[in-house]
């Protein structure tokens, strides 16, 4: 490992990391988080943008996102309540991170794609001559 690495893995800090990119890595809470970069969201319009995201899943992603201190959430004293959530200053932070990986990640798709389709080829003759 090389020496500029050794402090991601120390020992003490590896739960810690591991905690904190599992709650930014979470696809629900990466897309998110780049919904809300372009500003404030109710509840309802979160859930029309976000493809496959059940109503419960949504409620505990906010929540976790709130408890890290992600987003915030402001309740309006309207009638009906008006939820809206917004990005922190932390969250916008995480803006550039998670924008420059969906670049990388449309810069190399048809290539990872390539790549699968390999693998899965060579898994299934190793299947065939099992």
């Known amino acids: 490992m090389s020496p500029r690495n050794k402090s991601l893995h120390a020992a003490e800090k590896c739960p810690a990391i591991r905690d904190v990119l ?3 890595g979470d696809k629900w809470s990466v897309q998110i988080v780049g919904l809300l970069g372009d500003g404030a969201m ?3 319009e979160l859930r029309r943008s976000i493809e496959g995201i ?3 899943m949504l409620t505990l992603t906010l ?3 709130e408890r890290d201190g992600l987003i915030e959430r402001t309740v ?3 009638i009906p309540p008006r939820v809206e959530y917004e990005l922190t200053r ?4 995480l803006l550039d991170p ?3 990986l969906a670049e990388w990640a449309g810069d190399n798709r048809t290539s990872i794609q ?3 389709e390999r693998f899965d080829a060579a898994t299934a003759k190793k299947k065939q001559r099992a």
Not at 90 to 93: F, M
């Open 22 to 24: 599992n709650r930014v």
């Open 76 to 78: 309006f004293p309207e």
């Open 42 to 44: 109710r509840f309802s």
């Open 63 to 65: 929540r976790g996102l």
């Open 90 to 93: 932390l969250g916008h932070t």
């Open 98 to 100: 998670i924008r420059q």
């Open 114 to 116: 390539a790549a699968r």
């Open 54 to 56: 059940s109503q419960r």
